[in-house]
């Protein structure tokens, strides 16, 4: 399941910096605008110690992660929507991703150019939000207009199509997120085809700086006023060192962890923003295990055991039969398959088994 994560934000608030750190990888890298022209992309693994546990009890050869891809997107300026800058290219560039994590810069740095001249995380958001919502808005109108001639010949899905799209127009010139509007399954589907920008999943990445002031150390009000934002729009954030963790991105995890307790941080920010991203995307992981390998498996939350299945190979959706299935703390306590099985923990499950996350799987197949 290939899932892809747009980095996007304001030029010098340090997306390339947190690229690096996500992937370590180098990018160019420049204090100004547009340093990122074309977007960098790159396989991130997703951090789960269960991995390691299940690798142990089956004596696994191999252990394969799952994954999250990255793209870097150059720098948005004002005015993007109408083709300031890259406008059109990051635009294109953002509508291949599945999601959007949205880099706001919350320190103070007379060394490092802010592009607003100061450094306001909330201004920051609705430049960028009201350019991608401008974009939106363009493309709703365009389609329309082109539903014209359709709904004059009483096509009873193109008039179907433009009592959403109807309700969709206001929503965004009104500075809305398409995201937010309250669609209901039915009305998505019109919807999903035009592939808007702001009806794709946010999260919002707080950049903060090593022995910077970091607004959120300092009860500032600018900090308080996102929190507040955050809060009314339920929105989900992570807070990151992002110039940190590219500094350290080449020590062992060990070493890491001492110069972040040095430091006075918690964790990495880098792990929780790669972990946010998968919830974000309403995603989980299921386990396969044996000599050869131990897995994780992408796949969406509440997926039958079929669904699932059809991570590993798209037959086993048509020729499922049904599964062994075992959780991970069950397998974990009973210390092996056989064990899980002997306590009662090993269940055959059917085609309407709900998949959960952390389930360790065999599929049967036909």
Request: charged share 30%; hydrophobic share 40%; net charge negative.
């Amino acid at each position: 399941m290939s899932l892809s994560v747009g980095i996007v934000g304001l030029p010098n608030v340090g997306k390339s910096t947190l690229f690096n750190a996500l992937t370590k990888n180098e990018v160019l890298m420049a204090n100004y605008p547009f340093a990122t022209i074309d977007p960098s992309v790159g396989v991130v693994t997703v951090p789960d110690k269960r991995l390691d546990t299940l690798s142990k009890i089956s004596g696994s050869e191999e252990i394969i992660p799952a994954i999250v891809e990255f793209v870097d997107i150059a720098g948005l300026v004002k005015g993007a929507s109408a083709g300031e800058g890259l406008g059109n290219k990051f635009l294109a560039n953002i509508r291949e991703t599945d999601m959007i994590a949205e880099v706001v810069r919350i320190f103070e740095d007379s060394e490092i150019h802010h592009v607003s001249g100061g450094i306001d995380p909330m201004g920051d958001i609705e430049t960028i939000n009201l350019e991608l919502i401008m974009a939106d808005a363009e493309t709703v109108a365009k389609r329309l207009n082109n539903l014209e001639r359709d709904v004059k010949r009483g096509d009873k899905t193109a008039v179907a199509e433009k009592a959403v799209l109807d309700k969709m127009l206001p929503h965004l010139e009104a500075g809305h997120l398409a995201n937010s509007l309250g669609l209901t399954e039915e009305e998505l589907k019109f919807v999903k085809g035009l592939h808007l920008l702001t009806m794709k999943p946010f999260l919002y990445v707080c950049n903060k700086k090593q022995d910077a002031f970091n607004l959120d150390e300092h009860n500032d009000e600018r900090w308080d006023e996102l929190l507040r934002f955050f809060e009314e729009t339920g929105s989900e954030y992570v807070v990151v060192d992002a110039g940190m963790e590219h500094e350290l991105k080449d020590l062992g995890e060990d070493e890491k962890t001492e110069f972040r307790r040095e430091y006075g941080a918690q964790d990495s920010g880098i792990e929780s923003l790669i972990r946010a991203s998968y919830h974000r995307l309403g995603l989980m992981s299921y386990f396969t295990t044996g000599e050869k390998e131990t897995r994780a498996w992408t796949v969406p939350i509440g997926s039958t055991g079929p669904e699932a299945g059809a991570a590993i190979h798209t037959d086993f959706k048509d020729k499922y039969i049904r599964a062994q299935v075992v959780a991970f703390n069950d397998l974990v306590s009973a210390g092996s398959k056989a064990l899980a099985r002997e306590q009662g923990k090993l269940r055959t499950e059917g085609k309407e088994y709900i998949v959960q996350d952390g389930d360790v799987i065999e599929f049967m197949h036909s």
